[in-house]
Protein backbone atom coordinates (compact mmCIF):
# COMPACT_ATOMS: atom_id res chain seq x y z
CA UNK A 1 0.00 0.00 0.00
CA UNK A 2 1.20 3.57 -1.27
CA UNK A 3 1.88 6.08 1.90
CA UNK A 4 0.10 9.14 1.95
CA UNK A 5 0.99 12.25 3.57
CA UNK A 6 -0.13 15.89 3.66
CA UNK A 7 1.85 18.84 4.53
CA UNK A 8 1.01 22.82 5.30
CA UNK A 9 2.62 24.97 3.43
CA UNK A 10 5.39 23.49 1.86
CA UNK A 11 7.29 20.16 1.94
CA UNK A 12 9.42 19.02 4.85
CA UNK A 13 13.19 19.72 4.22
CA UNK A 14 14.22 16.00 4.71
CA UNK A 15 11.89 14.69 2.55
CA UNK A 16 13.08 12.74 -0.28
CA UNK A 17 10.73 11.85 -3.53
CA UNK A 18 12.84 9.60 -5.82
CA UNK A 19 12.63 9.51 -9.66
CA UNK A 20 10.32 10.99 -12.04
CA UNK A 21 7.27 12.74 -10.18
CA UNK A 22 3.28 12.62 -11.21
CA UNK A 23 2.00 15.98 -10.37
CA UNK A 24 -1.62 17.46 -10.06
CA UNK A 25 -3.04 20.61 -8.92
CA UNK A 26 -5.90 21.31 -7.03
CA UNK A 27 -7.77 25.19 -7.06
CA UNK A 28 -10.78 26.92 -6.20
CA UNK A 29 -11.46 26.93 -10.01
CA UNK A 30 -10.08 26.51 -13.59
CA UNK A 31 -9.47 30.45 -13.99
CA UNK A 32 -5.92 31.10 -13.70
CA UNK A 33 -6.49 34.75 -12.63
CA UNK A 34 -9.24 34.36 -10.39
CA UNK A 35 -8.57 31.19 -8.58
CA UNK A 36 -6.52 30.21 -5.79
CA UNK A 37 -4.18 26.91 -5.90
CA UNK A 38 -5.29 24.68 -2.57
CA UNK A 39 -3.17 21.65 -3.13
CA UNK A 40 -0.03 20.27 -4.99
CA UNK A 41 -0.21 16.45 -5.13
CA UNK A 42 2.97 14.74 -6.13
CA UNK A 43 3.78 11.11 -6.16
CA UNK A 44 7.16 9.27 -6.74
CA UNK A 45 8.17 6.49 -8.86
CA UNK A 46 8.34 4.00 -5.30
CA UNK A 47 4.48 5.27 -5.21
CA UNK A 48 4.87 7.57 -2.48
CA UNK A 49 2.35 10.21 -2.39
CA UNK A 50 3.35 13.56 -0.55
CA UNK A 51 0.67 16.79 -0.51
CA UNK A 52 1.01 20.28 -0.21
CA UNK A 53 -1.90 22.29 1.03
CA UNK A 54 -2.05 26.17 0.90
CA UNK A 55 -4.74 27.83 2.90
CA UNK A 56 -5.82 31.45 3.50
CA UNK A 57 -4.04 31.49 6.18
CA UNK A 58 -0.17 29.55 4.92
CA UNK A 59 0.66 32.03 2.38
CA UNK A 60 2.67 30.69 -0.35
CA UNK A 61 6.02 30.53 0.31
CA UNK A 62 6.95 27.08 -0.15
CA UNK A 63 11.18 26.89 -1.13
CA UNK A 64 11.31 23.54 -0.61
CA UNK A 65 8.38 22.63 -3.11
CA UNK A 66 9.39 24.82 -5.63
CA UNK A 67 13.28 23.48 -5.62
CA UNK A 68 11.78 19.96 -6.41
CA UNK A 69 9.83 21.81 -8.85
CA UNK A 70 12.45 23.67 -10.63
CA UNK A 71 14.94 21.05 -10.48
CA UNK A 72 15.54 19.60 -14.28
CA UNK A 73 16.85 16.29 -13.11
CA UNK A 74 13.80 14.98 -12.05
CA UNK A 75 10.74 14.81 -14.60
CA UNK A 76 7.46 16.02 -13.77
CA UNK A 77 4.51 14.04 -15.15
CA UNK A 78 1.29 15.95 -15.63
CA UNK A 79 -1.97 15.37 -16.86
CA UNK A 80 -2.74 19.02 -18.68
CA UNK A 81 0.41 20.65 -17.85
CA UNK A 82 -0.75 23.78 -19.09
CA UNK A 83 -3.25 24.67 -16.01
CA UNK A 84 -0.92 23.71 -13.43
CA UNK A 85 2.14 24.91 -14.79
CA UNK A 86 0.57 28.35 -15.03
CA UNK A 87 -1.11 27.98 -11.00
CA UNK A 88 2.06 26.56 -10.44
CA UNK A 89 3.85 30.23 -11.85
CA UNK A 90 0.80 32.13 -10.93
CA UNK A 91 0.98 31.50 -6.85
CA UNK A 92 4.42 29.79 -6.46
CA UNK A 93 6.28 32.30 -8.96
CA UNK A 94 8.43 29.29 -10.58
CA UNK A 95 8.43 27.78 -13.80
CA UNK A 96 8.50 23.69 -13.95
CA UNK A 97 11.14 22.30 -15.48
CA UNK A 98 11.26 19.00 -16.96
CA UNK A 99 7.46 18.45 -18.61
CA UNK A 100 5.88 15.44 -19.39
CA UNK A 101 1.99 16.03 -20.33
CA UNK A 102 -0.19 13.20 -20.95
CA UNK A 103 -2.68 15.15 -22.44
CA UNK A 104 -0.92 16.63 -25.06
CA UNK A 105 0.99 12.86 -25.42
CA UNK A 106 -2.43 11.22 -26.04
CA UNK A 107 -3.45 13.81 -28.65
CA UNK A 108 -0.20 13.53 -30.63
CA UNK A 109 -1.33 9.87 -30.77
CA UNK A 110 -4.72 8.91 -29.82
CA UNK A 111 -5.60 10.56 -32.98
CA UNK A 112 -8.38 8.00 -33.43
CA UNK A 113 -10.02 8.99 -29.86
CA UNK A 114 -12.56 12.09 -29.17
CA UNK A 115 -11.54 12.12 -25.80
CA UNK A 116 -8.66 13.04 -23.92
CA UNK A 117 -9.41 13.32 -20.35
CA UNK A 118 -7.39 11.95 -17.68
CA UNK A 119 -10.41 9.40 -17.17
CA UNK A 120 -10.74 8.58 -21.01
CA UNK A 121 -6.72 7.53 -20.82
CA UNK A 122 -7.03 5.00 -17.51
CA UNK A 123 -9.95 3.38 -18.80
CA UNK A 124 -8.33 2.62 -22.16
CA UNK A 125 -4.77 2.42 -21.30
CA UNK A 126 -4.66 0.53 -18.40
CA UNK A 127 -8.50 -0.26 -17.76
CA UNK A 128 -8.82 1.67 -14.74
CA UNK A 129 -11.72 3.35 -13.72
CA UNK A 130 -11.08 6.49 -12.20
CA UNK A 131 -14.02 8.46 -10.15
CA UNK A 132 -14.26 12.14 -11.09
CA UNK A 133 -16.97 12.64 -7.73
CA UNK A 134 -14.69 15.13 -5.68
CA UNK A 135 -13.25 16.54 -8.25
CA UNK A 136 -15.52 19.97 -8.18
CA UNK A 137 -15.72 20.97 -4.24
CA UNK A 138 -14.60 23.47 -1.97
CA UNK A 139 -10.93 22.80 -2.46
CA UNK A 140 -10.07 26.01 -0.43
CA UNK A 141 -11.56 24.11 3.49
CA UNK A 142 -8.90 24.76 5.79
CA UNK A 143 -9.42 20.96 6.21
CA UNK A 144 -9.76 18.46 3.35
CA UNK A 145 -12.25 15.16 3.92
CA UNK A 146 -10.93 11.87 3.48
CA UNK A 147 -12.71 11.84 0.07
CA UNK A 148 -11.14 14.93 -1.09
CA UNK A 149 -7.47 13.62 -0.13
CA UNK A 150 -8.32 10.20 -1.76
CA UNK A 151 -9.68 12.00 -5.09
CA UNK A 152 -6.24 14.32 -5.02
CA UNK A 153 -4.55 11.51 -4.63
CA UNK A 154 -6.54 8.94 -7.19
CA UNK A 155 -5.39 11.98 -10.17
CA UNK A 156 -1.55 11.13 -9.35
CA UNK A 157 -2.06 7.71 -9.02
CA UNK A 158 -1.88 6.59 -12.66
CA UNK A 159 0.52 9.13 -14.44
CA UNK A 160 3.81 7.25 -14.77
CA UNK A 161 1.54 4.38 -15.92
CA UNK A 162 -0.02 6.46 -18.83
CA UNK A 163 3.36 8.10 -19.29
CA UNK A 164 5.04 4.57 -20.16
CA UNK A 165 2.04 3.68 -22.20
CA UNK A 166 2.49 6.91 -24.45
CA UNK A 167 5.95 6.67 -24.46
CA UNK A 168 5.49 3.37 -26.65
CA UNK A 169 3.01 5.02 -28.75
CA UNK A 170 4.56 8.19 -29.91
CA UNK A 171 7.55 6.16 -30.31
CA UNK A 172 5.48 3.77 -32.81
CA UNK A 173 4.05 6.82 -34.20
CA UNK A 174 7.47 8.57 -35.19
CA UNK A 175 6.24 11.59 -32.86
CA UNK A 176 8.44 11.36 -29.67
CA UNK A 177 10.52 14.29 -30.35
CA UNK A 178 7.48 16.43 -31.46
CA UNK A 179 6.02 15.95 -27.87
CA UNK A 180 9.05 16.70 -26.10
CA UNK A 181 9.37 19.64 -28.34
CA UNK A 182 5.34 20.70 -27.10
CA UNK A 183 6.50 20.12 -23.36
CA UNK A 184 9.53 22.70 -23.63
CA UNK A 185 7.19 25.22 -25.45
CA UNK A 186 4.60 25.06 -22.89
CA UNK A 187 6.22 27.78 -20.64
CA UNK A 188 5.52 30.20 -23.72
CA UNK A 189 1.62 28.88 -23.84
CA UNK A 190 1.41 29.30 -20.50
CA UNK A 191 2.70 33.21 -20.73
CA UNK A 192 0.13 33.75 -23.33
CA UNK A 193 -2.73 32.28 -20.95
CA UNK A 194 -1.69 34.92 -18.10
CA UNK A 195 -1.32 37.37 -20.12
CA UNK A 196 -4.89 37.55 -21.41
CA UNK A 197 -3.98 35.46 -24.86
CA UNK A 198 -5.74 32.19 -23.37
CA UNK A 199 -8.22 31.80 -26.06
CA UNK A 200 -6.45 32.44 -28.65
CA UNK A 201 -4.34 30.54 -31.20
CA UNK A 202 -1.08 33.47 -31.43
CA UNK A 203 -0.42 31.12 -34.78
CA UNK A 204 -3.54 31.43 -36.78
CA UNK A 205 -3.45 33.74 -39.60
MN1 LIG B 1 -6.83 16.81 -9.99
Redesign the pocket.
Known amino acids: MQKTQVYVGDLPEDLVLKGSIAI?T?AMGLHLQRDRLCLVQMRDETGQVAMVHFSVGTGYHAPVLTKLLTDPSQLKIFHYARFDVGMIYRWLGVWCESIFCTKIASKLVRTYAQRHGLKDLCQELLSVELSKQA?SSDWGNETLSSVQLAY?AS?VLHLHALKDRLEVMLDREGRFDLAQDLFKGLKSRVQLDLLGWDQDDIFSH
Request: charged share 60%; net charge negative; hydrophobic share 20%.
Open positions: DEQAD
